[in-house]
């Protein structure tokens, strides 16, 4: 049995547009809607009660030994013919369906009105005008999948004449190939299945070409029977649109392969002259200078690309040159008239070119980047379909170009210092390595400055990383106004620039390099400041130095940095002597770091002592340092060492915290030692971070600040860097005291160390060696005692080993003193045992220095 409804004729089954009529389980009618009275042309009364045989006379199959409808029937279509009471016929649809009322089961018939004959050929004629009408190809077969009808769209898709397809297979239209057995599969499982489906297949023309078309593929089936009796296909050609698919693919795939974008270009403009025959393609790029450039043009006249080739954007420069100006398309139909083309139309008329579109392909940035141009042999100048070939070629083309332009932008980025613009050490070693190829096939000589701003770091310290930027582009601009033609110059890194000098011997490189240093050293605006900087330069000579362009480099840096350290602002040649202490400052550099890794440097304490009276005026810590392979390092070459390389704050932080341990350890002891004094580096005054070290170790070991001394030399005076006064008053206000050392040995002014809190300055050794000979140490000496005094400061004389010099200085009035007439450096643990002898002032026999 099928499916029982239960169901109830209600007001709404009387009221519905279609005829219904409901029967028992016999075939006996027991209710008719109104549009069934209509339908019938009967009234219910005439019709209830009787046989469904004689209201259904045909369509309708019943069981002959009973009065009920067979079961197959039941939700089934079928079409009837009703004879009405006047003798004329009605066409109606019937579907049935078993319902079940008051507990008995029966049918319900549902009846739809068909077209007559007469209204049914008019409605055929209808969709037979709808068919041959529409640009949509359709084809209709039997139910063998053989051809019976195809419309004048289909015919024209496929280049068939009207009924040269009828009676062919369905199959017989399907473009072979790879995948067509699984694509026919695909399409008899779908008709099988007897509900419509879309499908995109190619189809094979008549003169064998390949036409695809989207389809939606409906199979038609029996109402009497429910077989398969046609099927019907609407078709729309796509075949552009997978051409234009297939030429997106292989243009994104050569991108994927990073293939040249040259290659991609003349691979668009030939695949877009393949779907529009006769139509020729060109690219033509913009360059920064508004100028064009001929990127593909494979179809198009030699003579054409040589003409366009460095030509400037415009209002008049024919259609590429106007659409780039303009940033618009530019549509030409007739190029023999058009005032665009007058200075050009002799390029491309004796070519057949009638008329030319030209399109800009723009980069997200909104910059025109190139032009897509179709040159047109005559009228129809652009199909619908070719909109969407010029959109997409738009896109690919700006796509190309963009990776292009990023690919380009990368490789600048991996030659070029951004900051300056300058060529960074990657591409100046090739630029290097290209003048020495030069110079040797010339046998020319060729020169390698290497130039750093001394003290940069100050700027950036005080002044902030932007001063210090502003200032290296300035530096860099200065550098490239002094080259000549054919040189080069690179910034290296930092600070640091290399000036590459062809034909160069060593006396014009001398005289360049003394230019540079005086050209460098103009002041230069910053911050409402006038910063005069200067530099230090190294000189390495080609073939004396090196024939690599690394080796010139490096030995230029050698020599810039023996420069350095000589005396700032000056120029040094590269020698073989200067390469071996450079290597041996490497080494030493190397086993310096490890050195205080291991915790290996250690303090010696020097006694400083009144000459009044022979107390102890306080000690000074000293740095030592013996290396198992180096032996006893002195002290100033250590130090200088760890600042040239860098870790001299290392060396200062560990002084402080370790004399402060020191200090509290003899505090501890009950040693009377009324200070010590640690020796700082001046580069430690260029940030403030000395200051916290200094104030956290005081209070770590419980110390007051007059237990501390710091000693400083000349050199902060003469530093350039606006912190180290700020820093030294900062040290000043913790309460500590600061002493000068090595004072009257530099270059400091008396100007600066009046606005130093200096509380004490240190009479250099060097004129302990000649002041009971020398008039002019004596006078120094004596000179330097008269500035303390006079500012308030206490003087100690250092390098003092003679009686008599300790009577000569004080006769002068110096405060105190220190050297091996007192004592030789300590170690820590024998300073209690100094302290308890009475060898103060007699100082030990025989010390010398």
């Not at 939700?75 to 004329?88: E, K, L």
């Not at 029977?225 to 050569?254: F, K, N, S």
């Not at 582009?473 to 033609?485: F, G, I, N, P, S």
């Amino acid at each position: 049995m099928g499916k029982t409804i239960t169901v109830l004729p209600s007001a709404a089954t009387s009221r519905a547009a279609d005829a219904m009529v409901f029967m028992d389980e016999n075939g006996i009618v027991t209710f008719v809607n109104a549009a069934a009275e209509r339908l019938w042309g009967l009234s219910a009364p005439a019709m209830i009660g009787r046989d469904a045989r004689v209201v259904f006379p045909a369509g309708l199959r019943f069981d002959p030994a009973r009065l009920w409808i067979v079961e197959d029937m039941v939700g089934t279509d079928r079409q009837v013919v009703i004879a009405h009471p006047d003798g004329s016929n009605a066409f109606a649809l019937v579907r049935v369906a078993q319902v079940q009322h008051a507990g008995k089961s029966g049918y319900a018939a549902v009846v739809q009105r068909l077209p007559g004959p007469a209204g049914a050929a008019g409605h055929m004629g209808i969709l037979s005008l709808v068919a041959e009408k529409t640009d949509r190809g359709v084809v209709v077969t039997d139910a063998q999948r053989r051809i019976v009808y195809t419309n004048r769209a289909f015919q024209e898709m496929l280049g068939y004449a009207e009924g040269e397809a009828d009676g062919r297979p369905l199959s017989d239209l399907l473009a072979s190939g790879k995948g067509a057995a699984e694509l026919a599969a695909r399409i008899d499982h779908g008709i099988q299945h007897r509900v419509p489906f879309p499908e995109d297949i190619p189809l094979r023309g008549a003169s064998g070409n390949e036409v695809w078309v989207s389809a939606i593929v409906t199979p038609v089936l029996s109402q009497a029977t429910g077989a398969l009796e046609h099927v019907v296909a609407v078709l729309a050609d796509i075949t552009h649109t997978r051409l234009m698919e297939d030429l997106q693919r292989q243009v994104l795939a050569a991108l994927a392969a990073d293939a040249p974008a040259s290659d991609i270009l003349e691979l668009l403009c030939r695949k877009v002259e393949g779907l529009a025959p006769g139509v020729l393609c060109t690219i033509l790029g913009v360059t920064a200078d508004d100028r064009l450039t001929v990127l593909a043009a494979p179809s198009l006249p030699a003579a054409f690309s040589d003409a366009v080739e460095g030509l400037r954007i415009g209002p008049k420069c024919g259609s590429c040159g106007t659409s780039a100006f303009r940033g618009e398309a530019v549509m030409v139909e007739d190029i023999a008239s058009s005032p665009l083309w007058e200075d050009f139309r002799h390029l491309v008329l004796p070519a057949g070119i009638k008329g030319c579109w030209s399109l800009p392909a723009k980069l997200r940035s909104g910059k025109v980047a190139a032009t897509f141009a179709f040159y047109f042999p005559g009228p129809p100048f652009a199909a619908p379909w070719l909109e969407g070939v010029v959109s997409l070629c738009s896109d690919l083309c700006a796509l190309v170009l963009e990776r292009s332009e990023a690919r380009d932008r990368i490789a600048t980025l991996a030659s070029i210092d951004t900051l300056t613009g300058l060529s960074n050490r990657g591409r100046l070693l090739e630029s290097l390595s290209d003048l020495i190829a030069e110079a040797g096939e010339r046998d020319e000589p060729l020169a390698v400055l290497m130039l750093d701003v001394d003290h940069f770091k100050d700027v950036n310290d005080t002044l902030g990383h932007s001063t210090g930027d502003a200032l290296l582009v300035e530096m860099a601009r200065r550098l490239k106004a002094q080259l000549r033609t054919g040189d080069a110059v690179g910034r290296t890194g930092g600070d640091e620039f290399a000036v590459l000098v062809h034909d160069c011997g060593a006396e014009e490189a001398a005289r360049i390099a003394r230019r540079l240093i005086d050209y460098m050293a103009a002041p230069i605006p910053a911050q409402k400041l006038h910063l005069t900087m200067s530099a230090s330069v190294g000189i390495a000579l080609y073939p004396q130095h090196g024939a690599s362009a690394e080796t010139l480099l490096q030995h230029a840096d050698t020599a810039m940095h023996e420069a350095k350290r000589k005396d700032r602002g000056r120029f040094q040649f590269f020698t073989e002597d200067l390469n071996k202490r450079a290597e041996d400052r490497l080494v030493l550099s190397v086993a310096l770091r490890k050195a205080l890794q291991n915790h290996a440097l250690r303090l010696v304490y020097q006694p400083q002592v009144t000459l009044s009276g022979g107390a102890l005026h306080g000690v000074e810590a000293l740095a030592r340092w013996s290396d198992p392979v180096h032996g006893e390092v002195p002290a100033p070459r250590f130090i200088a060492l760890a600042e040239e390389y860098g870790f001299i704050d290392t060396i200062d932080r560990w002084a402080v915290e370790e004399v402060c341990a020191q200090m509290a350890r003899w505090r501890a002891e009950g040693l009377a030692v009324p200070h010590v004094s640690v020796n700082l580096s001046p580069l430690s005054f260029r940030t403030g971070e000395i200051v916290g070290v200094i104030s956290q170790a005081l209070k770590r070991h419980r110390l007051a600040p007059n237990d501390l001394r710091i000693e400083i030399t000349e050199r902060v005076t003469m530093d350039q860097n606006p912190n180290s006064f700020a820093i030294a008053r900062s040290i000043d206000a913790l309460g500590v005291r600061i002493a000068m050392d090595d004072f009257g040995t530099g270059y400091s002014s008396l100007s600066a160390l009046s606005h130093l809190p200096i509380a004490e300055l240190k009479i250099d050794r060097s004129f302990m060696l000649s002041i009971e000979q020398d008039k002019n140490a004596l006078a120094l000496a004596t000179a330097v005692i008269l500035i303390g005094q006079s500012l308030g400061m206490t003087v100690v004389a250092e390098g003092v080993e003679t009686a008599a010099q300790a009577d000569l200085l004080r006769g002068l009035g110096c405060h105190a003193a220190q050297g091996y007439l007192f004592a030789r450096p300590l170690e820590a643990a024998d300073v209690a045992g100094w302290l308890s002898t009475p060898r103060h002032l007699a100082g030990p026999d025989g010390a010398g220095s």
